[in-house]
T-cell receptor, first 116, second 114 residues
Framework: GAVVSQHPSWVICKSGTSVKIECRSLDFQATTMFWYRQFPKQSLMLMATSNEGSKATYEQGVEKDKFLINHASLTLSTLTVTSAHPEDSSFYIC????????????FGNGTRLTVT | AQSVTQLDSQVPVFEEAPVELRCNYSSSVSVYLFWYVQYPNQGLQLLLKYLSGSTLVKGINGFEAEFNKSQTSFHLRKPSVHISDTAEYFCAVSRGGNTGKLIFGQGTTLQVKP
């Protein structure tokens, strides 16, 4: 079946540095990918919609300059957390739509970001 | 606007017992409904979904859910649980009919005891 690969699975970085997270669709083309954030013991919150070849659409309250999203190809979207701070520590999960409008949504395995 | 409420934050149950995880939603438009399972430090796996048609939806791992429009519910059920079913379960509704933009409930931790 369709697989979405997310890398890295976990990362620890120092405050003030930037971290890039990759989301790849391995066996299908994903024109649209989504980035979610999950705080410990909480639900997932949609951060942004990543569209191949165009600017990402951010949800209300999400800083676009803080969370840079690039969807350079039909199989890759990246999320860069810029100038990370401890409050950015979270579990980030990407998802990809593979197919027509109501196709299943495939999730990556997530990235655990810890900012020290 | 849509919203999802999972009525139980934790559900403890003994192995081989039946279980029901409750989910209610609110929406002024037609919605698609989903149940996902999340194991520790992993992404989400789709258990089942309701897009249209039969209100009783069967999913993987023996789970099923029933869409009840009048009660705006989409409860998840399994007749006999296993230890391996211990995980976090999320109910979700699509936003504006877009199956990529999901609004998730708060999650229910299913704890299966031996």
């Amino acid at each position: 079946g369709a697989v979405v690969s997310q890398h890295p699975s976990w990362v620890i970085c120092k405050s003030g540095t930037s971290v890039k997270i990759e989301c790849r669709s391995l066996d299908f083309q994903a024109t649209t990918m989504f980035w979610y954030r999950q705080f410990p013991k909480q639900s997932l919150m949609l951060m942004a919609t990543s569209n191949e070849g165009s600017k990402a659409t951010y949800e209300q309250g999400v800083e676009k300059d803080k969370f840079l999203i690039n969807h350079a190809s039909l199989t890759l979207s990246t999320l860069t957390v810029t100038s990370a701070h401890p409050e950015d520590s979270s579990f980030y999960i990407c998802s990809a739509l593979g197919g027509p409008y109501n196709s299943p949504l495939h999730f990556g395995n997530g990235t655990r970001l810890t900012v020290t | 606007a849509q919203s999802v409420t999972q009525l139980d934050s934790q559900v403890p149950v003994f192995e081989e017992a039946p279980v029901e995880l409750r989910c209610n939603y609110s929406s002024s438009v037609s919605v698609y409904l989903f149940w996902y399972v999340q194991y520790p430090n992993q992404g989400l796996q789709l258990l089942l979904k309701y897009l249209s048609g039969s209100t009783l939806v069967k999913g993987i791992n023996g789970f099923e859910a029933e869409f009840n429009k009048s009660q705006t519910s989409f409860h998840l059920r399994k007749p006999s649980v296993h230890i391996s079913d211990t995980a976090e379960y999320f109910c979700a509704v699509s936003r504006g009919g877009n199956t990529g933009k999901l609004i998730f409930g708060q999650g229910t931790t299913l704890q299966v005891k031996p």
